[in-house]
């Protein structure tokens, strides 16, 4: 079994900071790409940024303020989260692609979720 827990959501006001972080955990082989998503209540799930294969890419809104970044020794992933607006306010949900022991394929595992809400 694979388990992801997300932490680090919460409120803060427009233009504070926020860190989340995704631990993953169970019979893990490797991970190859983790990444952050959000989703707006009625809406699907959108990429806000993503790390695999040495390189990281972000949703075009949040270039400039979020960073992701990846411990691979922790099977954690982060997303650190400046300047935040209240269109940020979302359910974030961290993914990672990974192979477990013993299995060949790869698999994609999501988080639970985590309420931000930026708001004065």
């Known amino acids: 079994q694979v388990q992801l827990v997300e932490s680090g959501g919460g409120l803060v006001q427009p233009g504070g900071s926020l860190r989340l972080s995704c631990a993953a955990s169970g019979n893990i082989f490797s991970i190859y790409t983790m990444g952050w998503y959000r989703q707006y209540p009625g809406k699907q799930r959108e990429l806000v940024a993503i790390?695999?294969?040495?390189?990281?890419n972000y949703a075009d809104s949040v270039k400039g303020r979020f960073t992701i970044s990846r411990d691979n020794a922790k099977n954690t992933v982060y997303l650190q989260m400046n300047s935040l607006k209240p269109e940020d306010t979302a359910v974030y949900y961290c993914?990672?692609?990974?192979?477990?022991?013993?299995?060949?394929?790869?698999?994609?595992?999501w988080g639970q979720g985590t309420q931000v809400t930026v708001s004065s």
């Open positions: 993914k990672m692609n990974l192979q477990r022991v013993g299995v060949r394929i790869m698999y994609d595992y």
């Open positions: 790390a695999g294969g040495g390189t990281t």
